[in-house]
């Protein structure tokens, strides 16, 4: 079976099976029949039941033999409604009978825990075998708006008619697909198709944007996750949306779940799943939006368009229009917060309002027209001056009372713009349904919040085209290092050695034991630290001596680490303490990598030292990177500023610290030993060069 087949069966089949078809209009298992008459499915409808004969009116089947039998032969897609127990032999006779997809409403499998788990895997196994793709189970079902077919147990569709429409929703809560419905419909915007994936046990979320790439009816693909599955099967599919024109935004629970940062390391911290995760969507060309109105209002900003933003350019900026102060100032709140600037207004639109009473600064952040009012006479005039100003790459009007009240006069004048090359967004102050469904209709974004609309257009001026992958080698002796014997977690000098077979310049060191006399070719001051893999944070054991100024101070502080890291680590193996010189610079910061079990491979950059972690300042992206991606990293890091020529400030060795960030990142090309986590921190910043200090490396465990 081609995936053209699947794709049909799963989006637009001929025939559906209803396998578990309730008679009682009142249980959910009774809705997939009643909705796929509601709302007039075509194709061929065969309620499979082995102890009834007709269903809510309807002859009914005894088996799925049968109703193949009666559908010609073969049926495209069967949506099993059975208790767990029975799902097994459901998939049999799918298998039997030829059919393509099986969705399952069923729950109780991995969800459920570790039995749950393997009774799902079990089932995909069979499916497998007997050549039946699987979504779910827990899946709330299929919509394909533009044939009618309402194959799902969500009440959104006892709506009495579907808008169809453009967007096609991939949603990973049953319950979410219908709330995305619900809004859509009430804002007079609709729908391609929409698919609830739940467990994604077999067909994966980037499977089925493959399959949306290839729609004709589909122009964008909307994503609500909670997590990432599969996370290749979504790069992919999500390069392939986008070189076809279709845009795919992406709105993900958990950016708060700091449950989840569990890491050894900084970098684990400052690159958790959540940080992760962002920086997947924005490697691969998806948007990430922030709130749910954002994800079904962005694809009116984007579509038909491409991104523009690019490494180096001038940040972007908008021209906020407003008939309420108040209303805009909220607006310019939340962009601001998002790091968008704004542009002032141009010449033109000063000098249009100066007859008006209305004198404005170049340097204003808002052109303020509350004095005239929404009057289509200056209004739509002034909206098409800051659309044609090179100075602003997106236009926000912000509508006050008359949206509630006179729609046509608040909105119309706007939407004459609606095929406009630049990015128009309307924020509606009071509640103005009859206003945001116009604009809907226009095809125009319009929104009912402050911070949705600032995160939609946010979301859209950071678009960026999905990165070009990279490939690269690592040089044969880092993965000698790498190699067994090597322990899950090298010590601070076995890291600093993969790093400096990296190419990394790293702090001069040696390793005396208790009882070894201290060498007189010591430059002081110098460091002393222990050398454990057992021990990850050796600050908080007690493990760190620095300024170190002569031979007896450092004869103490051997003693005194000793006595500090066996107290607080008695089981720790300790190889010696590692001796090294003072390092100082213009600046600190982090480097580091972590694979991520979702998302993958991510390099992250941050200010070093102790209290990065506090800091939470950091830039995070997909590995490897090259050059100029690590540099508009360190541009992200607020503190690195004061070594980028900040108010005249000292400048440091920025394109060597590039070119750590470069060289730690491909890691990402350990095949056989994977890097789990790998950090040096700090890494000192020079006017001329840069040093690797303190170095930390965790490998997987079959790479030991």
């Not at 099993?80 to 097994?88: E, K």
């Not at 390069?239 to 993900?252: D, E």
């Not at 005249?648 to 890097?675: E, F, Y």
Request: glycine share 12%; aromatic share 4%; proline share 6%.
């Amino acid at each position: 079976m081609t995936d053209q087949d699947i794709a049909r069966a799963l989006l637009s089949p001929r025939s559906v099976a209803l396998i578990g078809a309730s008679g009682d209009e009142g249980k959910n298992t009774a809705r997939p029949l009643r909705y796929l008459r509601k709302h007039g499915f075509c194709g061929g409808v065969f309620p499979v039941n082995a102890r009834r004969g007709e269903v809510l009116g309807e002859k009914a089947w005894p088996d799925l033999k049968s109703a193949a039998e009666d559908a010609g032969g073969t049926i495209d897609h069967a949506y099993v409604m059975v208790p767990r127990a029975a799902v097994p032999g459901v998939i049999a006779d799918c298998a039997e009978a030829g059919v393509a997809v099986a969705s399952i409403y069923t729950d109780g499998f991995a969800e459920a825990g570790e039995e749950g788990m393997q009774f799902q895997q079990s089932m995909v196994r069979a499916a497998r075998a007997g050549g039946v793709r699987i979504l779910g189970p827990n899946s709330m079902g299929v919509v394909n708006v533009q044939t009618g077919m309402g194959m799902t147990t969500n009440a959104a569709l006892e709506v009495s008619g579907l808008v169809p429409g453009p967007f096609s929703v991939i949603s990973q809560s049953g319950t979410a697909l219908g709330a995305l419905l619900s809004r859509g419909q009430a804002r007079g915007f609709g729908f391609s198709k929409l698919l609830s994936i739940g467990n994604e046990s077999d067909l994966s979320v980037g499977e089925v944007v493959d399959c949306l790439v290839e729609d004709p009816d589909t122009g964008a693909i909307l994503l609500f996750l909670e997590t990432l599955r599969r996370a290749d099967d979504l790069a992919q599919a999500a390069r392939r949306a986008f070189a076809a024109g279709k845009p795919v935004i992406a709105y993900k629970l958990g950016r708060s779940d700091a449950g989840q940062r569990m890491a050894t390391s900084h970098s684990g911290a400052l690159a958790g799943p959540d940080e992760a995760a962002t920086a997947f969507f924005r490697h691969h060309g998806i948007l990430r939006v922030d709130t749910l109105e954002a994800l079904l209002e962005t694809p009116f900003l984007i579509m038909g368009r491409t991104p523009t933003r690019t490494t180096g350019a001038r940040p972007k900026r908008v021209a906020v229009m407003t008939t309420t102060g108040g209303g805009a100032a909220m607006v310019v709140d939340r962009l601001g917060l998002a790091g968008i600037d704004f542009a002032g207004p141009p010449a033109r639109v000063i000098e249009r309002l100066i007859p008006l009473g209305i004198r404005l600064s170049s340097t204003s952040p808002v052109i303020d027209v509350t004095m005239v009012g929404a009057r289509g006479d200056v209004y739509g005039p002034t909206v098409g001056d800051l659309i044609a100003d090179d100075g602003n790459d997106a236009v926000i009007c912000v509508v006050g009372s008359s949206a509630q009240f006179r729609p046509d006069v608040a909105v119309s004048p706007i939407i004459e713009y609606k095929n406009s090359d630049k990015p128009v967004a309307v924020f509606c102050v009071p509640e103005a349904g009859e206003s945001l469904r116009a604009l809907s209709e226009a095809g125009m974004a319009g929104f009912r919040t402050p911070e949705s609309c600032a995160d939609a257009v946010a979301a859209c001026l950071n678009w960026t085209a999905p990165v070009p992958e990279t490939t690269a080698e690592l040089p044969g002796g880092v993965l000698s290092l790498l190699r067994p014997p090597s322990p899950a977690r090298l010590d601070e000098g076995a890291a600093l050695a993969v790093f400096g077979a990296l190419g990394i310049t790293c702090v001069q060191r040696r390793v005396l034991g208790a009882d070894d006399a201290i060498p007189d070719d010591i430059a002081y001051p110098v460091a002393a630290k222990v050398l454990s893999a057992d021990i990850a944070h050796k600050t908080e054991a007690g493990g760190v001596v620095l300024n170190i100024p002569d031979a007896e101070a450092l004869k103490r502080a051997i003693v005194s680490i000793l006595v500090n890291t066996t107290r607080a680590h008695p089981q720790a193996d300790i190889a010696g303490i590692l001796v090294q010189p003072m390092e100082t610079g213009l600046a600190e910061a982090l480097v580091g990598y972590r694979l991520d079990p979702v998302a993958g491979p991510v390099v992250v950059v941050g200010a070093g030292g102790i209290l990065t972690e506090l800091y939470n300042d950091a830039a995070v992206r997909v590995a490897p990177v090259n050059r100029e991606t690590a540099k508009a990293m360190i541009a992200e890091v607020r503190g690195l500023a004061i070594v980028a020529g900040y108010r005249g400030l000292p400048k440091g060795d920025l394109g060597a610290l590039a070119d750590v960030i470069v060289r730690v990142s491909t890691l990402a090309h350990a095949q056989g030993p994977a890097v789990l986590e790998a950090e040096i921190n700090p890494v000192v910043i020079k006017a001329k060069g840069v040093v690797a200090v303190d170095g930390l490396i965790v490998l997987a465990e079959e790479s030991r």
